[in-house]
T-cell receptor, first 117, second 113 residues
Framework: ETGVTQSPTHLIKTRGQQVTLRCSSQ?????VSWYQQALGQGPQFIFQ???????GRGNFPPRFSGLQFPNYSSELNVNALELDDSALYLC????????????????FGPGTRLTVL | DQQVKQNSPSLSVQEGRISILNCDYT??????FLWYKKYPAEGPTFLIS?????DKNEDGRFTVFLNKSAKHLSLHIVPSQPGDSAVYFC????????????FGSGTKLNVKP
């Protein structure tokens, strides 16, 4: 059973650029959630995808968008990067739907550290 | 708005003693709570959870207590071990079919040998 993986590990971008972060879910998981963790803070929910459809969104602007693919891997895209977007981006996979609803245990990847200069 | 708060950024405990990590929340609609542990350069790892229909849940050395009237939960680790040194996050949601987790800012636990 493979765990959740994310790429790249680190990324440096300049303000105004666009970035794509990638996440491979744990085998058998159909739900992926993305979080932003600023320095010294806890993870903040960006959005969740369930079977390729967005299934809830946090308080993030539309320039944060995502995709989930048929193999349940996922991308987070951020357009028009701002300095405040510098953070650790975490994805978490879980088995959603059914009796477990969407509060089944989420398994996190190690994160992508994004720095915006 | 910080709906889940961990007011102690750090905690230092001697090996073998009890570690108590605290978490407060403001939203009375929360009914599902979790604790995660995070080591440097790794993602958070699920530790233990509790539903609002319970006031205690135990798993080995880890026990979570929930006080709904005070909107407070705590994680007890007994006995504490040096390998428990990590950042601990509490999280809450309006489960079971609500998918948005609210996290606290974390407490860094240091267990001294």
């Amino acid at each position: 059973e493979t765990g959740v993986t994310q790429s790249p590990t680190h990324l440096i971008k300049t303000r105004g650029q666009q970035v794509t972060l990638r996440c491979s879910s744990q085998s058998g998981h159909n739900t992926v959630s993305w979080y932003q963790q600023a320095l010294g803070q806890g993870p903040q929910f960006i959005f969740q995808y369930y079977r390729e459809e967005e299934n809830g969104r946090g308080n993030f602007p539309p320039r944060f968008s995502g995709l989930q693919f048929p193999n349940y891997s996922s991308e987070l895209n951020v357009n028009a990067l701002e300095l405040d977007d510098s953070a650790l981006y975490l994805c978490a996979s879980s088995l959603g739907g059914g009796l477990a609803g969407f509060t089944d245990t989420q398994y996190f990847g190690p994160g992508t550290r994004l720095t915006v200069l | 708005d910080q709906q889940v708060k961990q007011n102690s950024p750090s905690l230092s405990v001697q090996e073998g003693r009890i570690s108590i990590l605290n978490c407060d929340y403001t939203n009375s609609m929360f009914d599902y709570f979790l604790w995660y542990k995070k080591y440097p350069a790794e993602g958070p790892t699920f530790l233990i959870s509790i539903s609002s229909i319970k006031d205690k849940n135990e798993d080995g050395r880890f026990t979570v207590f929930l006080n709904k009237s005070a909107k407070h939960l705590s994680l007890h680790i007994v006995p504490s071990q040096p390998g428990d040194s990590a950042v601990y996050f509490c999280a809450a949601s309006r489960g079971p079919n609500f998918n948005k987790f609210y996290f606290g800012s974390g407490t860094k636990l240091n267990v001294k040998p």
